[in-house]
């Protein structure tokens, strides 16, 4: 890490990474590379992660959807509106269950389409810029900015140069376990760490103010 990270800032990113330190992906069960089928179940988990829904509900339908062979835009298309509704209520996504059962057989529609299935022809087209990506990804139903968003904080971690990425809520766990709060000097927090991990770490702490303090207390502590 930089000289210019303070020794509290370090014992506080140690700590961050030690208590929660995994990505939403990883929690469900995506092995991420940069190959078409771990990108699409990305972009659906990020999908899902974007509604006012708690986190680990999300990740439940992610998983309820995969396990029922929903893993690729072909499967997820060819999947009936009922199929779908069945798996999301299966994860306990209820609320938002028909709305979104439509927009994933839209999405995995326009992605064959304009894409044939690979994001990873998205991010050629998208060449480095971040802002064309997210324009792109917000082409699917369902993807607005906040799952935008979220699929850039966790693709960084095979699509380098889309880090580092932290976004707003990301900023709100850093305010709330007293780092930085600019996104350049939490780069320098990050730097030598797994960036998409911290990223995904600093939110969660900005939704759990229990684990946030757990966080602080560790840093004292360790």
Known sequence: MSSRVSAAARRTTDALLAECGRTYAAEAGIRLRDTPQPLYQLLALSHLLSARIRASVAVAAAQALFAHGMRTPRRMA??????????????????????????????????????????????READGDGEKLREGLQRV?????????????EVQAVWPETGPWIGAKGIQGAERIGLPTSPDRLAEVARGRDGAAFAAALVRVAL???LAATVRERARTD
Do not use: K, M
Request: hydrophobic share 30%; proline share 3%.
């Open 141 to 153: 139903p369902g993807i607005g900015p906040a799952g935008a968003d979220i699929f850039v904080r």
């Open 78 to 123: 060819e999947a009936t509106w009922q199929q779908r509704v069945d798996a999301l209520g299966e994860g306990g996504y209820r609320r938002y269950d028909e709305r979104t059962s439509t927009q994933l057989g839209e999405g995995a529609e326009l992605i064959l389409d304009v894409w044939g299935g690979d994001l990873r022809r998205l991010r």
């Open 208 to 210: 759990d103010q229990d």
